[in-house]
């Protein structure tokens, strides 16, 4: 075993860094705390850690003093034990470094059974500078700081924002001639159609969707049913469809139980409730809350997803409604600024997205077009919010249009989406 992590050490210092795309996420490497990096499927995480590597031997640190470890390595068949082989065959590589100096990528950790114990027992021991993956099918971030004892710090790492979209799209912000400017807005419709999944930039259509097929079929299968070992995969399935079908908008465990009764399938209510944790721990959905100082009221929640792109190519009625991919599209936005504090609001008027901070509440509302029809109902429902909230300015979310409206004292900023970042 020793044999082999000195060849797998070597060959990362031997063979040419891998060049990637950097991501907006922004990590302190020199933090002296475990770095967990937890990501979706298909996030490109390995890609993430070599663009780290990089920002490494970019402010010369020595390719020496860093070690990348891939634990999907076919060679990789080793007990946790083990693992404490590798620091020896590091140190008898390069004897005069010390381990404090080193940095350690472990890729895919996860795969390695006891692998936390590994983890603290180095960190408390002899090396400070720890770098890992986690994939939350496996782990969930919440077990991931119970395990390793509070000594880490936990980024998630999503999919691609609509500035990387561009930027892996080769799209110069900077120029703003009428050219380019049909050119922005064709991405943004790429985006919102497909969102931000590298792997899908470059894809034809028709392949894109088999792909994102196979990606729910693996989620649902390996992340889900695997891991908890659900019984009734067929009731699942079917209750992730009638749940995408309410993506957007408030919805009723016990209307999706009383749809699924009428088609035979025999359960107990209380799974169902179940599946909606499961599925907001696999980055499937997320659960957005009324905001209301009633907690019986906020148990009333809108779900959204993490992936547009399902509900475009499981082709539910969702993919023709561009209204709908806009709102699903600022709630990614969002949760990547503000995390899980989200919500909406419904009492006479209705607010898509409310952002309480410690000073102030951020007031969001979507609409892809404002018209004669709708223009004075989406304004006159970000001016309740103001007054509720006590807040002068919202904005409204659209397609293309941008304006700036004063009624009173209360602004209302109308903002192209291309325009938020």
């Known amino acids: 075993m020793k044999k082999l992590f000195k060849q797998i050490i070597s060959d990362f210092h031997e063979n040419e860094l891998k060049l990637v795309k950097e991501r907006s996420l922004k990590v302190d490497l020199d933090s002296w705390k475990i770095i967990s990096i937890i990501w979706p499927r298909r996030a490109w995480k390995s890609s993430y850690l070599f663009s780290l590597i990089w920002k490494l031997v970019s402010s010369w640190v020595s390719k020496k003093n ?77 077990e991931i700081a119970t395990a390793l004892r509070w000594r880490s710090i936990a980024y998630e790492l999503l999919p691609l924002s609509f500035l990387e979209f561009l930027y892996f799209n080769w799209f110069d912000w900077k120029k703003f001639s009428s050219k380019w400017k049909s050119k922005l807005i064709s991405l943004q419709t790429e985006y919102l159609k497909w969102w931000g999944f590298p792997e899908l930039i470059w894809l034809k259509e028709e392949t894109k969707t088999k792909i994102i097929q196979e990606y729910f079929d693996v989620m649902i299968y390996n992340d889900i049913i695997e891991r908890y070992e659900i019984k009734d995969a067929t009731l699942l399935k079917q209750f992730i469809k009638l749940l995408l079908q309410c993506a957007t908008k408030e919805f009723s465990v016990n209307k999706i139980a009383d749809t699924l009764k009428t088609q035979w399938f025999k359960f107990d209510k209380n799974i169902l409730y179940t599946f909606v944790d499961y599925l907001n721990t696999v980055y499937f959905s997320q659960s957005v809350s009324k905001r209301d100082k009633s907690l019986r009221k906020q148990v009333l929640k809108k779900i959204y997803t993490f992936d547009t792109w399902y509900l475009t190519a499981i082709n539910f009625k969702f993919s023709s409604d561009d209204w709908k991919r806009l709102e699903n599209t600022l709630f990614q936005y969002l949760y990547r600024k503000y995390g899980n504090n989200i919500f909406f609001l419904k009492n006479w008027s209705e607010t898509d997205f409310i952002v309480p901070l410690w000073r102030q509440t951020l007031i969001y509302q979507s609409c892809f077009e404002l018209n004669e029809t709708n223009k004075s109902r989406e304004i ?14 919202a904005f409204i979310i659209t397609a293309e249009q941008e304006e700036k409206i004063v009624i009173n004292w209360y602004t209302i900023n109308i903002v192209p989406f291309y325009d938020l970042e």
């Open 380 to 393: 006159q429902w970000c001016i309740d919010a103001m007054k509720k909230f006590g807040e002068k300015n």
């Open 66 to 142: 860093i070690v990348y470890i891939n634990f999907e390595d076919e060679r990789m068949d080793v007990q946790w034990k083990e693992l404490s082989i590798l620091l020896e065959a590091y140190k008898e590589l390069y004897p005069n470094i010390d381990l404090n100096n080193v940095h350690f990528f472990f890729d895919e950790i996860q795969n390695i059974n006891w692998r936390e114990k590994f983890i603290r027992r180095i960190y408390d021991e002899w090396v400070k500078h720890i770098h890992i993956t986690w994939s939350n099918a496996k782990l969930l971030s919440s």
